[in-house]
């Protein structure tokens, strides 16, 4: 069965501090791997996506992750914190061709000026 | 604008007293679903559909009921609420079940009190 976890569910760092958000998954076939961001009070937003195409994935507002086979892990990176970026973020794993996308429980960023 | 609408964006109900949260999406995606956001929970399943006429459980499915009748709309229908039941509601679609490359589009959701 396919599973998620985001180690930490809470990370705070300083402005212009690199953003490191850790997440690692189980899966019996080869994953599409997402991370979504929420902004308080708001739905989920699509941040970057894994397909199996390049393992160097870049998104939205700077942010990038690396799918690496070899340790199962899919984390999340900004080279400098902005106090905008201070929000919750979910990493999610696709299973195989019939079943739901799985969420990790998510963790929230904290951006200290 | 193209995208998941959900309504009401807030809402308070009495024990026992029952609801409809109302899901409509103009993507023509074929999947659709509802999931309930506690704090340190995540995001969990309650019902989701794979297109119209069709749907299933999810993780969490007690004390909720849906139907797809058309392909747009997709609703959640609390039976007899319960203070359990106070939390976010998000509805998403995306074009295929599993394996969709696209991931999901969310709804902004309903934040539901039950007292």
């Known amino acids: 069965a396919q599973s998620v976890t985001q180690l930490g569910s809470h990370v705070s760092v300083s402005e212009g501090a690199l953003v490191l958000l850790r997440c690692n998954y189980s899966?019996?076939?080869?994953?599409?791997l997402f991370w979504y961001v929420q902004y308080p009070n708001q739905g989920l937003q699509l941040l970057l996506k894994?397909?199996?195409?390049?393992?160097l994935v870049k998104g939205i507002n700077g942010f990038e992750a690396e799918f690496k086979k070899s340790e199962t892990s899919f984390h999340l990176t900004k080279p400098s914190a902005h106090m905008s970026d201070a929000a919750e973020y979910f990493c999610?794993?696709?299973?195989?061709?019939?079943?739901?996308?799985?969420f990790g429980k998510g963790t929230k960023l904290s951006v200290k000026p | 604008n193209a995208g998941v609408t959900q309504t009401p964006k807030f809402q308070v109900l009495k024990t026992g007293q029952s609801m409809t949260l109302q899901c409509a999406q103009d993507?023509?995606?074929?999947?659709m679903s509802w999931y309930r956001q506690d704090p340190g929970m995540g995001l969990r399943l309650i019902h989701y559909s794979v297109g119209a006429g069709i749907t299933d459980q999810g993780e969490v499915p007690n004390g909720y009921n849906v139907s797809r009748s058309t392909t747009e709309d997709f609703p959640l229908r609390l039976l007899s609420a319960a203070p359990s039941q106070t939390s976010v509601y998000f509805c998403?679609?995306?074009?295929?079940?599993?394996?969709?490359?696209?991931?999901?589009?969310f709804g902004s959701g309903t934040r539901l009190t039950v007292v």
């Open positions: 999610a794993v696709s299973p195989g061709s019939q079943g739901n996308l799985i």
């Open positions: 998403a679609s995306s074009y295929q079940l599993g394996r969709d490359p696209y991931g999901y589009t």
């Open positions: 899966s019996s076939v080869p994953p599409y």
């Open positions: 894994y397909t199996s195409a390049a393992t």
């Open positions: 993507m023509n995606h074929e999947y």
